[in-house]
């Protein structure tokens, strides 16, 4: 496992935190969760189980270790810094500000363990007019542009999935990873910074490339694309697929399979933008062929094709694809109080010569305290006066 021996201390959050060490869980990294004790507001978020953890939390910390803890004590502060005495990451999505109070921004970790790496995301930054500023996946969706361009002229949409805040930890996680190699050669660690805004805009910057380089204003056309076409929605006899046709290739056996073989020839479909550009009417011709087809025909025709096309799922159809199970993407784990195994898909990657760690499922509130401490040096009767005192 890559990251065996490596020690992770995670303060995150909701997503983008917690989700970056659980990247580095799912590849041996020894990740210690600091909740407050009773547990953070993130653990309960959509409750599955009798304790009241919720499904992002299970996601978000398997594999990890749980340290309950008033991390702005004084006996809680010589915790942190026994802690970070021993870590080669720390996790912490929150804003500068509060990293300071804290003792977790990364000049105060430095002074405790110069080879410590700290990787932090915030909403907007360390500087600017909106750095002080706290914000949530949405915010990031709004301000890139993104939201504007979804839904319909009447009424913007966010997307249901978190995607800024996934992104984020995806970004924070290599760059981790960029600083522990950076330390083989330095033998320092370095602070490791991310931001929802910069994320949100990253992923959307062709859209913001298209507007700076051509001046276009583009306004919001459903579920179709502005670079291709027939990409759209489309109802079928008894649900709904998607079509996403890019390349003159495919739009030639498109135009085959749905009888209309002159569009290939047609000068306003000549190019992927073009399609893009007069997409309402592709789709239109796709909508009907589609009509008369259940879903499961109209992707066989389609596959047989090499056009590519899918069924429009619900989440409860989702994991019992055969194609899911074929990846072996899911790895379900037992959690105490759940009615059945949670079904967790980690790192969806596979390395040819590494192993992920075994799947194990998220830690209770505190369940690993005693353990942890012990690691720290603290004998059992300064575990339970700093239980007694309610600083774990």
């Known amino acids: ?79 942190v810094r026994r802690l970070i005495e021993t870590a080669d990451v720390v996790v912490a999505n929150l804003p500068h500000d509060a990293l300071v109070k ?52 009447d009424q913007p949409y966010r997307a249901q999935v978190n995607y800024v805040d996934f992104g984020t930890a995806l970004h924070c996680a290599f760059g981790v990873m960029l600083a522990l190699r950076e330390r083989e050669a330095t033998g320092r660690g370095q602070c490791v910074s991310g931001s929802l805004l910069g994320t949100a805009l990253a992923l959307s910057n062709a859209l913001t490339i298209d507007h700076a380089l051509n001046g276009i204003d583009r306004q919001p056309i459903g579920n179709r694309s502005f670079s291709s076409g027939p990409t759209d929605l489309f109802r079928t006899r008894d649900g709904w697929i998607v079509t996403q046709i890019v390349g003159s290739g495919i739009f030639a056996r498109w135009a085959t399979l749905v ?81 059945a195994p949670v079904p967790i898909i980690r790192a969806p990657m596979v390395l040819s010569g590494s192993e992920k760690a075994d799947p194990v499922r998220a830690p209770k509130v505190g369940e690993h305290s005693d353990a942890i401490l012990a690691e720290l040096g603290y004998d059992a009767d300064a575990i339970t006066a700093l239980r007694a005192a309610k600083i774990i």
């Open 1 to 79: 496992m890559p990251l065996k021996g490596i020690r992770v201390v995670d303060f995150g959050r909701y997503i983008a935190g917690p989700y970056c060490a659980a990247l580095l869980a799912d590849y041996g990294a020894d990740v210690i969760r600091i909740e407050a004790p009773g547990g953070n507001d993130d653990r309960f978020t959509v409750p599955v189980a009798e304790d009241g953890s919720g499904a992002m939390f299970m996601q978000m910390n398997r594999a990890k270790r749980c340290l309950t803890l008033r991390p702005g004590s004084p006996e809680g502060r010589e915790i």
């Open 102 to 153: 804290l003792g977790l921004d990364y000049d105060s970790l430095a002074a405790i363990n110069p080879r410590v790496i700290l990787a932090t995301a915030s909403a907007f930054g360390s500087e600017g007019p909106l750095s002080s500023r706290v914000g949530f996946d949405a915010v990031g969706q709004a301000m890139s542009g993104t939201v504007h361009l979804t839904g319909t002229s």
């Open 259 to 339: 009888g209309h073989p002159e569009l290939v020839d047609d000068p306003r479909y000549a190019s992927d933008i073009l399609r893009g550009d007069n997409g309402e009417q592709l789709s239109t011709i796709m909508q009907r062929w589609c009509a008369d087809r259940t879903s499961a025909q109209a992707i066989a025709e389609m596959g047989a094709a090499r056009i590519p096309a899918a069924p429009v799922l619900r989440p409860g159809e989702a994991l019992a694809q055969p194609q899911v199970a074929a990846m072996g993407l899911v790895e379900p784990v037992d959690y105490p109080g759940a009615n």
